[in-house]
């Protein structure tokens, strides 16, 4: 191989690279087709709301069930979020739910393993 085909390959290869890590870094969803972040749940399992209107970020812990309300608009979720990781809840939020950006800070819970 001469050097010309080696900085071709390496060229073509960082930069599939770079687009898988792109796309990754855009795709919320597992490879089962479920989210990255959590479940939608019913909002009677709720421990925590939230008005979407008047808070700028949230602090949740891994597995709590939060109602997000933005007027006359709700929907609730469950966080299970790997590696706990911050969330924008519009990556969450049903089409249309949320205008403007609001961040979710998800810590680990008491009885998970550090």
């Known amino acids: 191989m001469n ?28 490879p089962n087709g479920k989210s990255m972040y959590g479940v939608p749940v019913d909002a009677r399992a709720a421990t925590k709301e939230v008005n979407v209107a008047t808070t700028g970020y949230v602090n949740v812990s891994c597995g709590d069930v939060v109602v997000f309300r933005n007027a006359d608009k709700a929907f609730a979720w469950k966080f299970d979020v790997i590696g706990h990781r911050a969330v924008d809840l519009q990556s969450i939020a049903p089409a249309g739910f949320a205008n403007k950006p609001l961040r979710i800070h998800v810590a680990t819970n008491d009885m998970e393993r550090s």
């Open 3 to 30: 050097f010309q085909s080696f900085r071709t390959i390496t060229l073509v290869g960082a930069m599939a690279l770079i687009a898988g890590t792109a796309m990754a870094a855009n795709d919320a969803r597992l």
